[in-house]
């Protein structure tokens, strides 16, 4: 769920091209964010499960697979080791 | 010093999606005021608000999905404006092409959505984080982030101002863009008036002030009612006009015609009250707006009054208006156009110029909608109730004058090609 929230908001919202995301070696820094880029991809997350991730400046040095991994630890080290169910949909 | 041409002219306001759409509404006298949404009523049963006659964000790119109202506004009348000039975006002379905007209240509701934001979050007992929230809030919710679409949106690298001056913001956008064409600094600019602050908080706060008109019993619609002995104060509206300016060369060299001449533009500050206004100083503003334009009161054939509907501000913009223009008054005629669409703040100067404009061109002037029992100290011609039409017009004036005490007045004539 965390991967197609991402996804979603990386091709519908930001225009990356869903190609991309086929590539299992995929790095953040081949998706052409930039710092304010990557803060409202993070805040999609962020929205649904309450609390701001720590430094995303870490991700652009990261592979996409690693980053979405590293974003799974921080939930669950907020939720008592769950991960929570997350709506596809933004709650704004 | 160059001529400087309107060459286009936009507009999204509660009387229409578009600028023709507004003016034809507002020739008709029909008045677009109407009762706040559930959310405010339940709170202030008695307000009245002119919303916008279309939904801007349903006009836009979905890019601009999520800026604020205001900036959607901008860009819905910026485009109308720009198309209606012919042009399109990156010109090649962006550097020389500016942006002015003009806009009371930057972002009303990106800040009330995030203090409702906030304020659910505390309530939700620990399920939610109150601090996360947007983190593009701070460019939605900054004064200049109309100005800045605008830009960006048509590649313009000239000047990219934002003028904060309350009920007179935009007409000083315009009047700035003016001289700064007219003076040799740019060959062309964007100027844009937008407001959106209809939110359940910003109008808490006006509603404090005590200047919001009571609705009519008969008729809601017809409540905001300048220099009538019933007047009760205005109503808040919201939306944007824009109008291109560019130099009569740079219009002449690509046959573009003109829509008229922006020619004078006069401006002062009251330095006494905060909210009542100063009757010596609205003089100056007009009478510098005359001089710059090289005119005298008898060029005059329509003013398009600021209007407010309170009764400081119809009674000393009256003896303001009679001050300048004295033996002239004979052959003026004046109306207030905010009795139909409310009050836009940031927005009003600029919408009620390019209704001045549309009619000078036309010939059609329109009315005072609510004026049925004038106030006897407010004596001049004020069109009331219904629109003039067959009229000669050479020439027009506009006035906004501010809380802060902030005044302005521009003039534009036709332009003979």
Known sequence: MLEEIIKN??????GKDPALFSDPALQVSALGLDSLDMVEML???EDRCGFQLPDPSRYPKMAFREMLDDIEKAIREHNNGELPAFNLEAGK | MTKVLITGMGAISPLGAD??????RALAGDCAIGP?????AKWLPNVLLARAAAEPHTMLDAKHASLDRASQFALVAAGEAMSAAGITPQPGDARRFGVFVGIGFGGAHTVDGLYERFQSAVQSEGKRNPTVVHPLSVPRMMANAAAAAISMTYGLNGPSNTYSVACASSAIAIGEAFHAIRDGYLDAAIVVGCEAMLTPGSLLAWNALRVMAKPDANNPARSCRPFSQDRSGFVLGEGGAAIVLESAARAQARQQPALGELCGYGRSSDAAHLTAPSSAEQVFAMQQALA???LQPQHIQYLNAHGTATEAGDVVETESIRSVFGDALQQLAISSTKSMHGHLIGASGILEFALAVMAMNSGSLPPTATLDTPDPRCDLDFIPQHA????QVEAIMSN???FGGSNASLVARRHHA
């Open chain 2, 400 to 402: 906004s004058f501010a």
């Open chain 2, 292 to 294: 710059d334009a090289g």
């Open chain 2, 388 to 391: 003039r039409h067959g009229c």
């Open chain 2, 19 to 24: 600028l023709p759409g507004s003016f034809a």
């Open chain 1, 43 to 45: 805040f999609e997350i």
């Open chain 2, 36 to 40: 706040a949404s559930a959310d405010i």
């Open chain 1, 9 to 14: 908001y990386l091709i519908n919202t930001k």
